[in-house]
Structures are given as C-alpha cells and as structure tokens.
C-alpha cells in the first residue's frame, strides 16, 4: 500500500469507533464529547501533513466558539448512515480533506421524500424548519468570524514590532489566520450549497405535490438567503478559491498562431 494511503486506511478502520462523535448539541453546536475533541486534534495534523493551513497554537475562546458554531453548516442538513455520519465528521475535523465530498443538490430531498410522512404538509414545514433553524443560526455566526477577524488583524499588526518571536511563532500565527478565513470561507461556501439544496427540495415538492405550504417555504428560502449573506463581508469573493475549497476558474483561452 501506498505511504500516502496509509492515513486514509487508518482512518476508515477507526470510522465505526467515532460515529457516537457526530451528536450535535444545542444552537447547531457540536455535542461537547471526548471523542469530538480527540478527532479535532487529529484534525489538525492531518491538515497540516497535507498542507493546508494548520496552526499548533492553542485556540483563543473566540476560535473555538467560531468552530463550535461552524458544526451544524459543515454537517450535511439530512439524515445519514451511522458510517456516512462519521465520515461527515472526520471532514468537519479536517481528518479528510474537505475536497473528497461531492455537492449533490438533489440528496437533501431525496432524504426527506425517503422517508414516510403522514402528508405533503408534513415534507413542506419539515423544510421550513431546517430553513430557518439555519437562517436564525447565522447572525451569530457572522458576529463571532467578524471578532475572529479583528483579533487576526491585531495578531498580524503586532507582527513587526515583538523582537523575541522566532520563525516558527510567526509561522505558526499566519497558519492561525488562514485556518480561521479558510474555515469561514468554507462555512459560506457550505451555506450557498444548503441553499441550494433546500431550493432543489422546494421546486421539486412543488411539482410532485403542490400545496399552499410552499408560499411560507418559499418566505423561509428567502430568510435563510437574506441572513447567509451577512458573511459576504467578511471575506473576499474568491476566498473559497484560494482555500482550495473549489476548483480556480479557467483562465481565457490563448491561441498562438504558428508561422
């Protein structure tokens, strides 16, 4: 077997151990267990052995809030499989590489037509209620990334002007700063997809089940969209990109004219 495969291995042969680690606590937090601590610290050398920013310092109470109330946005919003869960939460954590999990915008509701309802009505208010469990959840989001910011600001204008820190505290505070933008650039990233998502959910109820209950479902799409970009600001619109959070864009095509 490949060195490079060997981690991944690992991993998979651990799966079923963590999937008690994927409970979610309350305000869309993760559940505050051992395991979930243990697989964030593993988080964290996985990311750098791949690498990706990852800082050793420990974290500020703002950092670990900020991650706390990422949870429930870097967690797919339908139910899963026990094994599917933990794989969901070892790329929460950053053991696998965010890029391994393909956007599918039709299994949210392949996940809620998957299961008995009692009626349509009962698919239309379950959507609303992920819609604006998630929409009333990014307000303090926002607020929390916007202090992290501030605070890295301040850790980057201090920089210059502490004579007794050496490269690997400097080192270590620019990998500190991507971690926290990257990790907000992939929250918004995740925001746009649950959209998305939710969207695909509602078009396709409305065409296999029409009922009244889509106009306040279609008021909940627009509540979530209205509050996901409140962390528009925060970042620059290519944050994602340079993240490697998604693929660059392809840059214009160039013919050379031979002779």
Known sequence: MPHRALPLARVLLVVPLVAACAQQGDFGRPAPTAWNSLIDAAGTIAAHERGEPASLFPFTEDERALRDRAWR?????????????????????????????????????????GVPFRSAISRYRRLSDDLVADGRLIPAFAEMAARVVRADLTRLQSLPFITTLDDRDVRSAAMRVAENRCLIAWVRLE????????????????????????????????????????????????AEMRCGLVPPEPGPVVLVRKG
């Open 73 to 113: 946005f870097l967690m797919p919003a339908r139910e899963r499989s026990a094994f599917d869960a933990a794989l969901d939460n070892l790329t929460r954590a950053r053991v696998l590489p965010a890029s391994w999990r393909l956007s599918d915008p039709a299994a949210y509701y392949e996940a809620i037509t």
């Open 191 to 238: 925001t746009g997809a649950r959209s998305a998502s939710y969207r695909y959910a509602l078009e396709h109820l409305l065409v296999a089940a029409p009922e009244e209950e889509a106009i306040a479902t279609e008021r909940s799409l627009a509540f979530l969209d209205s509050r996901r970009h409140l962390l528009d600001p925060l970042l620059p619109p290519d």
